[in-house]
């Protein structure tokens, strides 16, 4: 069976930055499982697997715009420390649950701490980077009504929820 929209697909892979830098890899765990069609991966990657089957091997290299989007600068600001009242230590790297403008959740990592001075962004970590995929298709097969029906995979015992 070929990779198509409403298939389940299981990868194993290794995500690599321009410099060659492994970011992410399923080496030593499960193969990933998405339901396909259905933005549960970058768009990039989703696309470049299409009519791809179990056993293929491939390389794919995603532009940002295809993955977490373009860095935008302007999702980027100093914060006074007291704005993380409550937490011990904080540190470059960290991620913090903030409310939005809007009253939304949104995602926010901090990429500098300067004294006081906190730098915090709401930029996904590798938005604006290249990225590089190297990709197994292990298994490909149709996705149930359930999981069509929820939008993503279930796992092999019906865990998912």
């Given amino acids: 069976m070929t990779i198509k929209e409403n ?4 990868i194993d892979y290794t995500l690599t930055n321009d410099q060659g830098e492994v970011i ?3 080496e030593g765990q499960e193969p990933l499982a998405y339901l396909h069609g259905f933005s549960n991966i970058i768009p990039g990657l989703e696309n470049a697997l299409v009519g791809k089957q179990a ?4 390389k794919v290299t995603v532009q940002p715009a295809d993955g977490y ?5 302007e999702l980027t600001q100093v914060v006074p420390a007291e704005a993380f009242e409550g937490v011990d230590t904080v ?8 409310q ?16 006081d001075e906190i730098t915090i ?9 290249v990225l590089h995929f190297d990709v197994t298709i292990k298994d490909v097969r149709e996705a149930t009504e359930e999981e069509l029906a929820h939008g993503h995979v279930h796992g092999p ?3 998912h929820h």
């Fill in 55 to 58: 056993g293929e091997s491939c």
């Fill in 69 to 73: 989007g373009e860095y935008n600068p």
């Fill in 121 to 129: 962004s709401g930029n996904h970590p590798l938005a604006g980077q």
């Fill in 24 to 26: 992410d890899s399923s």
């Fill in 91 to 98: 540190e470059p790297g960290m991620q913090f649950h903030a």
């Fill in 7 to 10: 298939s389940v697909v299981s």
């Fill in 100 to 115: 939005g403008p809007e009253g939304q959740v949104e995602m926010i990592t901090v990429t500098a701490v300067d004294g």
């Fill in 157 to 159: 015992h019906d865990e």
